[in-house]
Nanobody
Framework: QVQLRESGPGLVKPSQTLSLTCTLSDDSNTYATNGYVWSWVRQRPGKGLEWIAG???????DYRTPLQSRAFISRDASRKVLTLQLSSLTPEDTAVYYC????????????????WGQGTQVTVSS
């Protein structure tokens, strides 16, 4: 069974850098054995899913446009915590941010396959 939990500040100011963490519980070892992508995704009000970045088990990363210039993801040595940093925030970055462990075929799609956290609301406002 896979469980994901996001954590981070609910309110950040414009121009600041957002830092979110995702903790993975993966009793079935899905991440290590099935080639899934541990990902950050967001959904802005009234918009669809917007993929930010993902990391494969071996450490390779993928960043999606148009956030790739402002996003950075990293993982701890235990492969249990994935961190997202998103810089130069504007109110347009207000969204629910999700971490997800998804099959590689659904990475970047509009499908919510695999396992998803509950999401964490981030509001960018002064």
């Amino acid at each position: 069974q896979v469980q994901l939990r996001e954590s981070g500040p609910g309110l950040v100011k414009p121009s600041q850098t957002l830092s979110l963490t995702c903790t993975l519980s993966d009793d079935s070892n899905t991440y290590a054995t099935n080639g899934y992508v541990w990902s950050w995704v967001r959904q802005r009000p009234g918009k669809g899913l917007e993929w930010i970045a993902g990391m494969f088990y071996a450490g390779a990363t993928d960043y999606r446009t148009p956030l790739q210039s402002r996003a950075f993801i990293s993982r701890d040595a235990s492969r249990k915590v994935l961190t997202l940093q998103l810089s130069s925030l504007t109110p347009e970055d207000t969204a629910v941010y999700y971490c997800a462990l998804v099959p590689p075929g659904s990475y970047g799609s509009n499908q919510r396959l695999g396992s998803w956290g509950q999401g964490t609301q981030v509001t960018v406002s002064s």
